[in-house]
């Protein structure tokens, strides 16, 4: 009983952490961003990357949480769940 309700614990905080992921057509030409400021979440995720704490991160963004920063992962990893690819051809 306790797994179902991890599973259920987990979705409930997955989806809150991606309610702070938006696109809006007039921000950043529409590519996804933290609650609609002008930070991309690729940007974040570059950032990440390159071996930045999350606290160094927030430290140079001030208008950033913690949380924002743990949803462009949990965006990133959404993403990376496909249920098919498919070659392209060029």
């Known amino acids: 009983m306790d797994c179902v309700v991890f599973k259920i614990n987990a979705y409930t905080m997955s989806q809150n952490l ?14 996804p961003t933290i609650r609609g400021l002008r930070y991309p979440v690729d940007t974040m995720l570059d950032l990440l990357a390159s071996d930045m704490s999350i606290d160094e991160i927030l430290a140079d963004y001030p208008d950033l949480e913690r949380e924002d920063l743990l949803a ?6 959404q993403l990376s769940r496909t249920k098919k690819s498919q070659k392209i051809v060029r």
């Open 18 to 31: 991606l309610n702070r992921i938006t696109r809006k057509p007039d921000i950043c030409h529409g590519k």
């Open 72 to 77: 462009c992962l949990e965006y990133a990893a």
